[in-house]
């Protein structure tokens, strides 16, 4: 199955600053790669997804890379606000041609936004 | 409103004590999963569903079971519930895999 490594646990930012987050997935055959973020006592909500024919997508403060050669994907939070503060979960779903895989999830980060 | 609803959303209970969460969505979604939260370990995938009576295994599946007899619904069976299971749970759907997962509220387990 899909194994998908997150880094860093933790990240602390000064206001204004930029924030990357990254992670890794195992099976090449992932083909889509979703970010969510849940503030505290929260659900879980989606902030960008990008599939795998798209190297980049933006938008506003945010932005998500995707390398399908080395399996890394990257958030990238720029101008960085108090509200940006909470847990960010990266997460991949592998493509079996008709079968249906489940969405496997990233450990989160915790992002911690410094006035 | 468009939305997943997850009932209770607070439980104790004790070990082996039957219990059923229940998780409706009202936005004819196709998709529906079952996905455990424990810190440091982030979300993790029960059991999830592609349609009626299709439903399959995710990551930790062992101790629970699902059923998918309506499309808007889909309950999480803990049939002899151990303390270990003790977690935050969310429901969630989507049109697809590929598509927006929205989340319900979560339900706080705890297993004494």
């Known amino acids: 199955g899909e194994n998908v490594e997150q880094h860093p646990s933790t990240l602390s930012v000064q206001e204004g600053d930029s924030a990357v987050i990254k992670c890794t997935y195992s099976?090449?055959?992932?083909?889509?790669f979703p970010w969510y973020k849940q503030e505290l006592g929260k659900r879980p909500q989606l902030i960008i997804d990008?599939?795998?024919?798209?190297g980049e997508k933006k938008d506003q403060r945010i932005a998500v890379t995707l390398n399908k050669t080395a399996k890394h994907f990257s958030l990238h939070i720029t101008e960085t606000q108090p509200e940006d503060s909470a847990v960010y979960f990266c997460a991949a779903r592998p493509y079996s041609g008709g079968g249906a895989d489940g969405l496997t999830f990233g450990k989160g980060t915790h992002l911690i936004i410094q006035p | 409103e468009a939305q997943v609803t997850q009932n209770p959303r607070y439980l104790i209970t004790v070990t082996g004590k039957k219990l059923t969460v229940t998780c409706s969505q009202n936005?004819?979604?196709?998709?529906m999963s079952w996905y455990r939260q424990d810190p440091g370990l982030g979300l993790r995938q029960i059991y999830y569903?592609?349609?009626?009576?299709?439903?399959d295994k995710g990551d930790v599946p062992e101790g629970y079971k699902v059923s998918r007899k309506e499309k808007r619904n889909f309950p999480l069976i803990l049939e002899s519930p151990s303390p270990n299971q003790t977690s935050l749970y969310f429901c969630?759907?989507?049109?697809?895999?590929?598509?927006?997962?929205?989340f319900g509220p979560g339900t706080r387990l705890t297993v004494t």
């Open positions: 969630a759907s989507s049109l697809s895999p590929h598509y927006e997962q929205y």
């Open positions: 936005m004819n979604h196709e998709y």
């Open positions: 990008i599939r795998s024919n798209v």
């Open positions: 099976d090449s055959a992932s083909n889509y």
């Open positions: 569903s592609m349609n009626v009576e299709v439903t």
